[in-house]
């Protein structure tokens, strides 16, 4: 199986200013990997993903970067703005293609 | 807006009731999944079809019954539930399989179910 953890639960952010989110998985045969954002009364929404033979990999305002040696993976959010606040899961696909969640972020954001 | 639809929005049934949930994607994926998740918690996979066959089932009670009439449409038939059934439930396609292609989940907008 896959465990999934996240650093911290929340996280409070000023308007503008970038964001890090964290996660730490357990398998180390894990190769692809999965973050997604979860607004108040809606699904979860892709946002970004990374597979194994990428260390970093860049969207619009978002950076995902990973490390294998300590499986360990990031989320970046550049200059955050209000619509950037809700919870942030990251997600692991094991080789049972079972995708695993970690327990989320909340991420809100200062005016 | 999701393209996948979940219907309806929001449920309250009875414990004796039956009703059914029901999923439809139109982006051509094979594989399509029944998520619960309940207040504050991460998603947690309840079952999996591949190609319209039954892949895999998370020990999930025989209440819930998934049904997969064709590769657009997902359906959760509820019988008998409880209380503590009560949940967001979501419904995801992708690529199959999602692994190999890279395809990340889909999630609709869910069905806010309550038990009463």
């Known amino acids: 199986g896959e465990s999934v953890g996240l650093h911290l639960p929340t996280l409070s952010v000023q308007e503008g200013d970038n964001s890090i989110i964290n996660c730490a998985y357990s398998n180390s045969a894990s190769d692809y990997f999965i973050w997604y954002k979860q607004e108040s009364g809606k699904g979860p929404q892709f946002i970004i993903d990374?597979?194994?033979?990428?260390d970093k990999r860049q969207g619009q305002r978002v950076t995902v970067l990973l490390n294998k040696t300590v499986k360990h993976l990031s989320l970046q959010i550049a200059a955050t703005q209000p619509g950037d606040s809700a919870v942030y899961f990251c997600a692991v696909f094991s080789n049972d293609y079972k995708l695993s969640f970690g327990a989320g972020t909340t991420v809100t954001v200062r005016a | 807006d999701t393209e996948v639809t979940q219907t309806p929005k929001h449920l309250v049934m009875g414990m004796t009731n039956k009703k059914s949930l029901k999923c439809e994607q139109h982006?051509?994926?094979?594989?399509m999944y029944w998520y619960k998740q309940k207040a504050k918690k991460p998603p947690e996979l309840m079952f999996v079809?591949?190609?319209?066959?039954?892949?895999i089932n998370e020990s999930v009670p025989s209440r819930f019954s998934p049904e997969c009439p064709n590769s657009s449409l997902l359906n959760l038939h509820l019988h008998a539930l409880q209380p503590e059934d009560s949940a967001l439930y979501l419904c995801?396609?992708?690529?199959?399989?999602?692994?190999?292609?890279?395809?990340?989940?889909?999630f609709g907008n869910g069905t806010r179910l309550t038990v009463t």
């Open positions: 982006m051509g994926h094979r594989a």
């Open positions: 995801a396609s992708s690529q199959e399989p999602a692994y190999s292609y890279n395809s990340p989940l889909h």
């Open positions: 990374i597979r194994s033979n990428m």
């Open positions: 079809y591949s190609y319209e066959k039954l892949s």
